[in-house]
């Protein structure tokens, strides 16, 4: 059953979705934010060395979880009629795709329907002028769902470009074993009942478990406050105490609240340091909302985000993204610097190229070990077992290349979509 009561508990289960085609038919136009066709990426990626990076974070997270590709998930899920009929009924609503449209989709098998459905189909295949644009974006799992406590947020993608996301996510959800269980959530079962009703949009990449009581969500450009408002409700009655309302910059840059806070252990976070400066530009503010008589009482926090955590009875050491240099903590936050999975408490993932960020962490003591490095040390001091690695309380920073991945402005937690934590 699908639940979460920490970012930071031991992983148990994850989903991800490994580079392919869908990357591979990205055109120029598709990096021009001016262009119609702009699928939210900032370059062209060279597949085959994304791979080979993509295929370093799985190692590292197969030593400890089981490991779900969404393209196998969905091959399996789309073999079942009643999926398949609400898979290409919902995008041929979504595309303004035609009756014979529905008629060549329907014919694929499921295998064919799953690479269409993720790689695009050329104009013309489907109906004249008519195509399917490929889905870049869904190699950034976390985005498509996030549980809290065992309450499964389904997302639903503020921008056109990733709103077919949410409909392979939701048959996914309704038809696949690891999500028989799971409790979804109301507010975004209404949502999908209702085709998808904007602003009601929210992204994983907003949403952290600090504990089974305290819930994070990032009022970003991705993430409405009205769709905030009615999760923190519903996650209210589902024993949370409080949930904590980060009101983000919106812009590129920051997409998401992970892009500037994550943590690594249960009191230590990596984050983005202008985040805290009073009265600049990259300064978020922060609401509480909780439980009142009358429904959800809003709380003002007069502090920074680390503050205002600390008030909630959260103490965290902060670790500055980019170490003391505001020009470094710039270029490595837009390289994920800020962007960590905890795999463990005080073992996680981030990328190798930033350096500088990756020098903090060893100042708070972490040893910092390329993900071959891990694995060798996994095997040799451990025999394998992750369990004991966890109970030994090393402190980790696994170090994957990520220069191909980043340019989709993406960190591992970015990449993966955990399930099941402790």
């Not at 969404?70 to 009643?82: A, C, G, N, Q």
């Not at 041929?92 to 790689?119: F, H, P, V, W």
Request: with cysteine; proline share 4%.
């Amino acid at each position: 059953m699908p639940f979460v009561s920490s970012e930071v508990s031991r992983l148990r289960r994850v989903v991800v979705h490994r580079p392919g085609p869908a990357l591979q038919r990205m055109q120029p136009d598709h990096i021009d934010p001016r262009s119609s066709n702009y699928l939210l990426f900032d370059d062209l990626v060279h597949v085959p060395d994304a791979q080979r990076e993509h295929d370093q974070l799985c190692r590292v997270l197969g030593s400890a979880a089981e490991v779900g590709f969404i393209d196998d998930m969905l091959v399996s899920t789309l073999e079942k009629r009643e999926a398949r009929r609400f898979v290409i009924d919902e995008v041929c609503r979504l595309e303004d795709l035609s009756d014979r449209s529905a008629q060549y989709l329907d014919g694929l098998n499921a295998k064919e329907l799953t690479e269409a459905l993720i790689a695009g189909v050329d104009a013309g295949v489907l109906s004249p002028g008519k195509g399917l644009a490929p889905l870049p974006n869904l190699l950034f799992t976390r985005d498509l769902a996030a549980v809290v406590g065992d309450v499964l947020i389904v997302g639903n993608a503020r921008k056109k470009a990733r709103r077919r996301e949410s409909i392979l996510t939701w048959s996914l959800v309704m038809h696949h074993p690891w999500f028989q269980d799971a409790t979804v959530s109301e507010n975004c079962k209404w949502v999908r009942d209702s085709g998808g009703s904007f602003p009601l949009t929210v992204e994983g990449g907003d949403v952290l478990t600090l504990s089974s009581s305290l819930a994070l969500i990032g009022a970003s450009e991705r993430t409405s406050w009205a769709m905030i408002v009615g999760l923190s409700r519903e996650l209210v009655q589902h024993g949370f105490e409080s949930v904590l309302v980060v009101e983000m910059p919106k812009q590129r840059s920051s997409m998401h609240l992970d892009t500037v806070f994550t943590l690594i252990d249960h009191d230590k976070a990596v984050l983005y340091e202008p985040i805290l400066s009073p009265g600049g530009k990259e300064e978020v503010q922060c609401l509480r909302l909780s439980a009142g008589s009358d429904g959800l009482v809003i709380h003002s926090c007069e502090g920074n985000l680390i503050e205002s955590l600390s008030d909630t009875g959260v103490d965290l050491e902060a670790i500055a993204c980019g170490g003391d240099d505001p020009l470094t903590a710039q270029r490595e936050q837009w390289t994920d610097g800020a962007n960590f999975l905890a795999i463990s408490p005080g073992v996680v993932l981030c990328y190798a190229r930033n350096q500088e960020t990756a020098a903090s962490l060893k100042q708070s003591g972490y040893q910092i070990l390329s993900a071959n490095d891990f694995l060798q040390v996994l095997e040799q001091d451990f025999g394998g077992n992750y369990d004991s690695l966890a109970e030994s309380g090393q402190k980790i920073a696994i170090q994957i290349i990520g220069s191909e991945l980043s340019r989709g402005r993406g960190g591992p937690r970015c990449l993966t979509m955990p399930l099941e934590r402790d």
